[in-house]
């Protein structure tokens, strides 16, 4: 979308234009939702904090500023969604896992929120790592993963589209896997509950 596009967009939007609205949510909702399912496995939770930020948008539309990039506020807030989603459920595994983890591995894990890692937090990093995890993989390899997990297409529909085996779908996600576990574990060794949640 050009800037005037943007612009103009912008404008109906904190009018209250119901149809600039609904333009902008079939633009966005698909890739948004794409991003959010690369994190969270769960269907209909994805779904749910994607529409929420939508609903946030429009309660706050009066605050849209004709030049602003909604779409990267949008993706902005459900980052943030995101992440505190992760943070609870890392939150739920580590109390599930603690007592089996040492006093000194314990500290580690606990200051990974405020040290290191540039500042960031450790939901921060986590997504950070599977970004980076996924751009690694093969080519083949990642556009089965893309298509079966972020686009959450059947394995059969993943198999015609890219002309091989429902076999070989399989055979590359095994893989995907695999590959972004063991590069995750390498870097985060004490999050593997959280990782294998992530990757299920």
């Given at each position: 979308m050009c800037l005037v596009?943007?612009?103009?967009?912008?404008?109906?939007?904190?009018?209250?234009?119901?149809?600039?609205?609904?333009?902008?949510?079939?633009?966005?909702?698909?890739?948004?939702?794409?991003?959010?399912?690369?994190?969270?496995?769960?269907?209909?939770?994805?779904?749910d904090l994607v529409q929420e930020c939508f609903v946030r948008l429009w309660e706050k539309r009066l605050t849209i500023s004709p030049n602003q990039s909604v779409e990267s506020l949008l993706f902005v807030m459900l980052r943030n969604r995101c992440l505190n989603y992760l943070r609870d459920q890392k939150n739920e595994l580590i109390d599930k896992s603690i007592s089996a983890i040492g006093e000194n591995e314990l500290q580690h894990l606990y200051q990974l929120d405020f040290t290191g890692r540039e500042e960031k937090t450790l939901e921060e990093s986590l997504i950070e790592a599977i970004r980076e995890s996924v751009d690694n993989l093969p080519e083949k390899r990642k556009l089965v993963f893309i298509k079966a997990k972020i686009e959450g297409k059947k394995n059969k529909e993943v198999a015609e589209e890219l002309g091989i085996s429902v076999k070989a779908v399989e055979k590359h996600l095994h893989q995907a896997k695999e590959q972004i576990r063991t590069e995750m574990l390498k870097e985060f060794p004490l999050l593997s509950l959280l990782i294998a949640m992530i990757l299920k």
């Amino acid at each position: 979308m050009c800037l005037v596009e943007n612009t103009q967009l912008n404008i109906r939007l904190k009018e209250g234009n119901p149809s600039a609205y609904e333009e902008l949510f079939k633009q966005t909702f698909p890739r948004m939702l794409g991003y959010c399912k690369l994190f969270i496995h769960d269907q209909a939770q994805a779904n749910d904090l994607v529409q929420e930020c939508f609903v946030r948008l429009w309660e706050k539309r009066l605050t849209i500023s004709p030049n602003q990039s909604v779409e990267s506020l949008l993706f902005v807030m459900l980052r943030n969604r995101c992440l505190n989603y992760l943070r609870d459920q890392k939150n739920e595994l580590i109390d599930k896992s603690i007592s089996a983890i040492g006093e000194n591995e314990l500290q580690h894990l606990y200051q990974l929120d405020f040290t290191g890692r540039e500042e960031k937090t450790l939901e921060e990093s986590l997504i950070e790592a599977i970004r980076e995890s996924v751009d690694n993989l093969p080519e083949k390899r990642k556009l089965v993963f893309i298509k079966a997990k972020i686009e959450g297409k059947k394995n059969k529909e993943v198999a015609e589209e890219l002309g091989i085996s429902v076999k070989a779908v399989e055979k590359h996600l095994h893989q995907a896997k695999e590959q972004i576990r063991t590069e995750m574990l390498k870097e985060f060794p004490l999050l593997s509950l959280l990782i294998a949640m992530i990757l299920k």
